[in-house]
T-cell receptor
Framework: EADIYQTPRYLVIGTGKKITLECSQT?????MYWYQQDPGMELHLIHY???????EKGDLSSESTVSRIRTEHFPLTLESARPSHTSQYLC?????????????FGPGTRLLVL | GQNIDQPTEMTATEGAIVQINCTYQTSGFNGLFWYQQHAGEAPTFLSY????GLEEKGRFSSFLSRSKGYSYLLLKELQMKDSASYLCAVRNSTLTFGKGTMLLVSP
């Protein structure tokens, strides 16, 4: 059973607010990821990290930023939320070198920006 | 770039067998994954293929042909709880997901 947590699970917020979506994993995984998924659509990688102090932008351009100060924590921040940011955000992690098998996903955060 | 194609929807009856196909064109290849995603939930890992051939795991099997850029997920003895979206994903340095195939299992 994977131990990866996301908070909040649901968030409704007004335009222009700054928000941080939290993601934590207790498995000691080096790699962590953020995906954005609209209903019925594919997952798009927006950020990823190979370890502490490593962050990379994914395939989908995003106005969000991430940080990786600790192995277990990979928060995603929107400085000024807009209605176009309404979506589901999924965090995932995977072990480092030597195990390419799978990513473990958190339960997701559903964001609604009014 | 990466391009992954899979059917949008499929329907099947309880107890039957269904095959979900996935074709891909990618600039690199380091494995193909299948995930299951129930509505409103996160994806869960089903299978992984990096070499050609069939990988069997209980009621689920996955096949890969790298030369053809083709994979399929085979679900046997379908149950109602198998109604979900099935995501094909190709790994290069990161995972790229297809749009998913929504499978509806009816009684």
């Amino acid at each position: 059973e994977a131990d990866i947590y996301q908070t909040p699970r649901y968030l409704v917020i007004g335009t222009g607010k700054k928000i941080t979506l939290e993601c934590s994993q207790t498995m000691g995984h080096d790699k962590m990821y953020w995906y954005q998924q609209d209903p019925g659509m594919e997952l798009h990688l927006i950020h990823y990290s190979y370890g502490v102090n490593s962050t990379e932008k994914g395939d989908l351009s995003s106005e969000s930023t991430v940080s990786r100060i600790r192995t277990e924590h990979f928060p995603l921040t929107l400085e000024s939320a807009r209605p176009s940011h309404t979506s589901q955000y999924l965090c995932a992690s995977s072990p480092g070198q030597g195990d390419l098998k799978t990513q473990y996903f958190g339960p997701g955060t559903r964001l609604l920006v009014l | 770039g990466q391009n992954i194609d899979q059917p949008t929807e499929m329907t099947a009856t309880e107890g039957a067998i269904v095959q979900i196909n996935c074709t891909y064109q990618t600039s690199g290849f380091n494995g193909l994954f299948w995930y299951q995603q129930h509505a409103g939930e996160a994806p869960t890992f089903l299978s992984y293929n990096v070499l050609d051939g069939l990988e069997e795991k209980g009621r689920f099997s996955s096949f890969l042909s790298r030369s053809k850029g083709y994979s399929y997920l085979l679900l046997k003895e379908l149950q109602m709880k198998d109604s979900a979206s099935y995501l094909c994903a190709v790994r290069n340095s990161t995972l790229t997901f297809g749009k998913g195939t929504m499978l509806l299992v009816s009684p």
